[in-house]
């Protein structure tokens, strides 16, 4: 029996994503679908599929899928169209918001105008590890990895439109290094407190934006003394402000939230 699955598109700074109520809409083999329905030719297109649930320990529940069907611990970008989700469709009233996700439980701040959420801070909790990485041969440059519940390998350099991130991205997406693949990000310091960062992201490849590379590339350029503990993340999508509080060891991100479309496909 073929049932219908009601989505809507949404993106946080060009970061898209395909959202699914699943306490209307319970999705069978979300892995499977997140490859067929994230297909830009055959699919709806996007960088993958996120389900909104129920939760016992929070307000609601996020799973993020990549558009390769690896499910990920957390989606910066994808946490504030939730946040924006469940207010604009009526799920809750609330301006501030749990959300469970595999990476723990984060903090939503709603940031509403017009009854419309125009942008969201999320907590994201603390970076869980930092380390530099000294490259040989091939790569003659020094990276950060730093943990925001998933893996993310920044590198600062002095010209990033010189980075053919197409080429470079999958392999360091791969290396042996990182067991579970990492999500890669180059950096340019542009200003004081303003960096501009391009991102290959596991399992999706380019992206528009990565709410949590946005997160690691501020903690990486504050280990590294580039900037102070606030600052803006410019992508190629959009930008958002990340600020490391001092006295909590919390990364707060705050950033746009929009919807593009709803939409319907056969559950096959
Ligand atoms: N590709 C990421 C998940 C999506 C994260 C990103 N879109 C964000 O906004 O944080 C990973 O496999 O860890």
């Not at 009601?6 to 209307?24: L, P």
């Not at 918001?97 to 439980?105: A, E, K």
């Not at 990565?210 to 280990?223: L, P, Q």
């Amino acid at each position: 029996m073929i049932s219908k699955i009601k989505f809507t598109k949404m993106h946080g700074a060009g970061n898209d994503y395909i959202y699914v109520d699943t306490t209307q809409y319970p999705i069978t083999d979300p892995a499977k679908k997140a490859i067929e329905w994230s297909k830009f030719h055959t699919g709806i297109g996007s960088d993958g599929l996120i389900l909104i649930g129920i939760s016992d320990k929070a307000d609601f529940s996020m799973r993020i899928f990549n558009a390769d069907g690896s499910e990920a611990m957390m989606c910066g970008n994808g946490s504030r169209c939730v946040g924006k989700y469940v207010y604009e469709y009526g799920l809750t009233d609330k301006t501030e918001i749990t959300l469970d996700t595999r990476s723990g439980i984060k903090i939503l701040k709603l940031h509403i105008e017009e009854k419309t959420v125009s942008t969201v801070t999320v907590d994201m909790g603390s970076p869980l590890e930092t380390d530099g990485i000294q490259w040989e041969g091939k790569y003659p440059f020094r990276s950060t990895k730093v943990s925001m519940g998933n893996p993310h390998l920044v590198t600062f350099v002095e010209d990033i439109t010189r980075i053919d991130l197409p080429e470079i991205g999958p392999e360091l997406e791969n290396h042996p290094l990182f067991p579970d693949r990492t999500n890669v990000e180059f950096a340019q310091i542009v200003g004081k407190d303003t960096i501009r960062m391009r991102v290959w992201e596991r399992g999706s490849g380019i992206t528009q934006a990565c709410g949590t590379g946005a997160c690691a590339t501020a903690v990486a350029a504050f280990i590294n003394g580039l900037t102070g503990r606030k600052s803006d993340v410019i992508m190629d999508g959009g930008t958002v402000t990340i600020e490391w509080d001092e006295i909590s060891g919390h990364i707060l991100m705050t950033g746009p939230a929009t919807k593009v479309f709803d939409g319907e496909i056969e559950d096959k």
